[in-house]
């Protein structure tokens, strides 16, 4: 199976009011560490950049991974998915969509995820936390024409409902945990 990994990293941390993808966090930034753990499940790892790419591509361009810049990134993350999508497409059976704020992330996640995958016919295996479903998500091939229409800052939680039948989840309570405004830094102690 050719899996490949999109990280979403063009978003501009209006709320945190800092690029969320620079926060250190166990003496690296939130982006070195998604691509680390990234590139342990696949040698394919993109990197949509998009309002900070300036500060963010620098850090990121010896790791290993691919960048792509999303000058559309204000349209929000669905431009993003897009951008993504359609880069890795014609060379992936399947594209596993990370986030950069999501510090507590870890490889026995997302090879849980591959696993399930692999082994069963569910075209979507999904994370599960707060009792709903979210990010990481990975996405068979047959999905990606419904990523390649995404509009606005929805994601795919847009059209999961089309494919309740047809998708696997995996718990990750640390999930919930995100950076999005200062007072989410304290979760980080």
């Given at each position: 199976?050719?899996l ?13 009011g ?11 930034t ?11 499940i ?38 993003s ?19 950069t704020?999501?510090p ?9 995820m ?8 569910k075209?979507i ?8 479903p979210?990010?990481p998500?990975?996405f068979?091939?047959r999905?990606f ?7 606005g800052?929805?994601?795919?939680k ?18 919930i ?13």
């Amino acid at each position: 199976m050719n899996l490949s990994v999109l990280i979403l990293a063009a978003g501009n941390s209006s709320r945190l009011g800092q690029p969320k993808q620079l926060v250190f966090f166990r003496e690296q930034t939130l982006i070195e560490q998604v691509c680390r753990t990234a590139l342990q499940i696949s040698g394919k790892v993109l990197v949509v950049s998009g309002a900070n790419a300036v500060a963010i591509e620098p850090i990121i361009r010896n790791t290993g991974v691919e960048i792509l810049h999303n000058p559309g990134w204000e349209e929000g993350m669905g431009s993003s998915i897009r951008k993504g999508v359609a880069a890795l497409a014609p060379e992936s059976d399947a594209i596993l969509i990370l986030l950069t704020d999501q510090p507590f992330l870890q490889l026995r996640t997302l090879e849980e995820m591959v696993n399930i995958y692999q082994n069963s016919e569910k075209q979507i295996v999904a994370c599960e936390y707060g009792g709903k479903p979210g990010v990481p998500m990975l996405f068979s091939k047959r999905i990606f024409p419904d990523l390649l229409t995404l509009q606005g800052d929805k994601g795919a939680k847009a059209f999961l409902h089309k494919y309740q039948k047809s998708i696997a989840f995996v718990p990750f309570p640390e999930g919930i945990i995100d950076i999005d405004q200062p007072s989410d830094l304290d979760n980080l102690s």
